[in-house]
C-alpha cells in the first residue's frame, strides 16, 4: 500500500469538499442550486462545461479502446471524445443563446412550454434514466482507484462508498454553484497534472516522435470507418450518440445556463468542446507511451484490464510527485463529472415530475425536495455500479445516451426551430423513437443488421414530422372541400 499517496488523494478530496461546502454557503434560493444564480463568468463557464465530459472514461476508458489491438485508433471512440466534444459546440453554437433567454430551470422546462406536461414528463423520465450509466462509470472509477492506492486493502466496493459519499456531502450543500467552484479548481489540477505526466511518459519512450511513429504503424490515425455500407451506418450510429443524444441533458443544460449572460453561455460551450477535444489526446498518447515503456505489461492489461494501464504505469515507472498529480488529476476528472451528474437527475426529478405531482410547492419545499432526491439518487446509482462491476467503463458511458438520443432529441430540437411542431408530434415522435429503439434493441439480429440507435432517431424525426403535418394537412382538406361545397 502506498500510505503517502493515499493520503494525498484523500487530503485532496477533502479540501476540495471544504470548497464546496464554502460555495454552499452562498445558496439562498432553488436558482442559486440548480443554475448558480446564473452569476458564472465566462472562464468558470469554460472549466465546468470542460468538466461536462473529461470524467473516468476520457482518462480510462478512451485510451483503452484507442491502442485496442484489433479495433483501435481514432475511429474506436468517434462516439467520445469527438461526438462528445461537438454535442458541447452545437449547444453554444445553436441552443445555448435561444435557451438562456428563456430563463428556464431546467431542460424539461422546454418541454412544458413548448409541448405541455405529458412531454415534459415523458422527455424527463428519459433524461433521469440515462444518468444510471453515466454516474455509474464515475463510481466504478472512483472504486477503482482506492482499490489500486491501497494495494487491493480497500475493495472496490468500499472505494465506490468513500468516494460517492464525499462527493455527495458538497452537492448536497451547495448544489450548482459548489459544483462550478470545485470543477475550476479540479480542471487546473487535471491540465496542469495529466500534462506533466505525458512530458514525462515522452521522455522515458524516448521523445514524442517514436509515440507517433507507434500510432501510425498500427494505423491508429484511421478515422474513417470501412468503406461499406455496414461500415458507415455503425460509424454515424456511434458519432450521433452523445454528439446529438447529450444536447437534450440536464449537466449540459445546468452548466451553460448557470452563466452570467448568453453571450457568456455561447461561448462558454464552444470553447469547454473544442478544450475538450484537443486535451482528451493527453491520455491516449500517455497509454500509447506505455507500451512503449513497459510492452509486455501493458499488453496484458490491455488483454484483461485494460482500465488499469494507466495506474499501473504511473505507480511502477513514475516518481512520488507524479503518482500525487496523476491521482490528483484522476480524481479531479471523476469528482467533476459525477457532482454534476449526480445533481442533473435530480434537479430534472423535482422541477419537472414532483412538482407536477405536488404543485404549489414553496422555493424552500423545492431546495428540500432537491436535497433529499440527490440522496436517494445517490443511493440507487451506487447500487447499480456495484452490481455492475465488470462492465468497461467507456461501455456504461456509451450505452447512456442513447434513450436521450431517440427520445428527446427530436423534440427539443425541432421544438426550437421548427414553428410547425405539436404536441402530438412530440408525443408520436417520443413513441416511435422509443418503440423502434427497443425493438432494435430486443430483437436477435436486428441491432447486428443497423444500428439501434440510428433507426430510433429517424423513426422519431418521422414521428415528429407525421404527427404535426398529418392533423393540419387534414384540416386543410376539410376547409377546401367545405369551401368547394
Same mark, same amino acid.
Given at each position: ?28 434560493? &432553488?436558482? !442559486? ?14 472549466? &465546468? &462545461? ?7 472514461? &476520457?482518462?480510462?476508458?478512451?485510451? /483503452? #479502446? ?13 462516439? !467520445? =471524445? ?53 454516474? /455509474? @462509470?464515475? *463510481? ?13 486493502? *480497500? ?42 505526466? @505525458? ?19 498500427? !494505423?491508429?490515425?484511421? $478515422? ?97 510527485? /507524479? ?31 414532483? #412538482?407536477? *405531482? ?16 440527490? %440522496? ?9 455500479? $456495484? ?62 443488421? %443497423? ?19 398529418? =392533423? ?12 368547394? @361545397?
Amino acid at each position: 500500500m502506498n500510505t503517502t499517496l493515499l493520503a494525498f488523494v484523500i487530503l485532496y478530496l477533502v479540501g476540495t469538499m471544504g470548497i464546496g461546502i464554502y460555495a454552499g454557503t452562498r445558496v439562498k434560493s &432553488t436558482a !442559486d442550486f440548480a443554475v448558480a444564480g446564473r452569476s458564472l463568468p465566462l472562464a468558470m463557464v469554460i472549466t &465546468t &462545461t470542460f468538466a461536462t465530459w473529461f470524467g473516468a472514461e &476520457t482518462v480510462m476508458g478512451i485510451p /483503452a #479502446k484507442f491502442v485496442d489491438a484489433e479495433h483501435g485508433g481514432l475511429r474506436a471512440v468517434i462516439e !467520445d =471524445p469527438f461526438g462528445a466534444s461537438m454535442c458541447l459546440v452545437l449547444v453554444g453554437a445553436f441552443f445555448a443563446t435561444r435557451l438562456y433567454r428563456m430563463s428556464l430551470l431546467t431542460i424539461g422546462d422546454f418541454y412544458r412550454h413548448r409541448f405541455g406536461k405529458g412531454v415534459e414528463i415523458f422527455c424527463s423520465i428519459a433524461i433521469i434514466l440515462s444518468y444510471l450509466g453515466w454516474v /455509474a @462509470a464515475q *463510481i466504478t472509477a472512483l472504486g477503482l482507484v482506492f482499490a489500486v492506492l491501497s494495494g487491493g486493502a *480497500i475493495a472496490p466496493p468500499v472505494g465506490m462508498a468513500i468516494g460517492t459519499t464525499l462527493v455527495l456531502i458538497y452537492v448536497l450543500i451547495g448544489g450548482m454553484l459548489a459544483v462550478a467552484w470545485t470543477d475550476f479548481v479540479q480542471m487546473i489540477v487535471l491540465v496542469v497534472g495529466l500534462s506533466l505526466i @505525458a512530458v514525462m511518459a515522452s521522455e522515458q519512450a524516448g521523445g514524442a516522435s517514436k509515440v507517433m511513429a507507434l500510432a501510425h504503424s498500427n !494505423d491508429w490515425f484511421r $478515422i474513417l470507418p470501412e468503406h461499406t455500407p455496414n461500415g458507415w451506418l455503425f460509424f454515424i450510429g456511434s458519432a450521433i450518440t452523445m454528439m446529438f443524444g447529450s444536447i437534450p441533458q440536464q449537466d449540459v443544460f445546468q452548466r451553460v445556463m448557470s452563466a452570467k449572460d448568453s453571450d457568456t453561455a455561447r461561448k462558454g460551450a464552444i470553447i469547454g468542446g473544442f478544450g475538450y477535444l484537443a486535451f482528451a489526446f493527453v491520455p491516449m498518447f500517455i497509454v500509447a507511451s506505455s507500451l512503449i515503456i513497459m510492452p509486455d505489461e501493458t499488453k496484458a492489461l490491455l488483454a484483461h484490464d485494460p482500465q488499469k494501464v494507466l495506474p499501473t504505469l504511473i505507480l511502477s515507472k513514475m516518481p512520488l510527485v /507524479a503518482q500525487i498529480f496523476f491521482f490528483g488529476a484522476l480524481v479531479s476528472a471523476i469528482k467533476s463529472t459525477s457532482s454534476a451528474t449526480l445533481l442533473a437527475p435530480s434537479t430534472s426529478f423535482v422541477e419537472n415530475i414532483l #412538482k407536477n *405531482i405536488k404543485p404549489g410547492m414553496s422555493d424552500q419545499q423545492v431546495l428540500l425536495s432537491l436535497r433529499i432526491t440527490i %440522496f436517494v439518487f445517490t443511493a440507487l446509482v451506487l447500487t447499480y455500479a $456495484i452490481l455492475m462491476q465488470g462492465t468497461a467503463i467507456y461501455d456504461l458511458v456509451s450505452s447512456a445516451y442513447q434513450i436521450t438520443l431517440v427520445a428527446a432529441f427530436v423534440p427539443l430540437t425541432l421544438g426550437l426551430f421548427w414553428s410547425r411542431a405539436t404536441t402530438q408530434g412530440a408525443l408520436l415522435s417520443i413513441a416511435s423513437g422509443v418503440g423502434v429503439w427497443l425493438a432494435f434493441l430486443l430483437v436477435p439480429g436486428w441491432g447486428e443488421a %443497423f444500428p439501434g440507435q440510428l433507426a430510433g432517431v429517424l423513426a422519431a424525426l418521422a414521428g415528429m414530422l407525421l404527427g404535426s403535418l398529418a =392533423p393540419q394537412l387534414v384540416a386543410d382538406h376539410r376547409s377546401h372541400v367545405a369551401h368547394m @361545397a
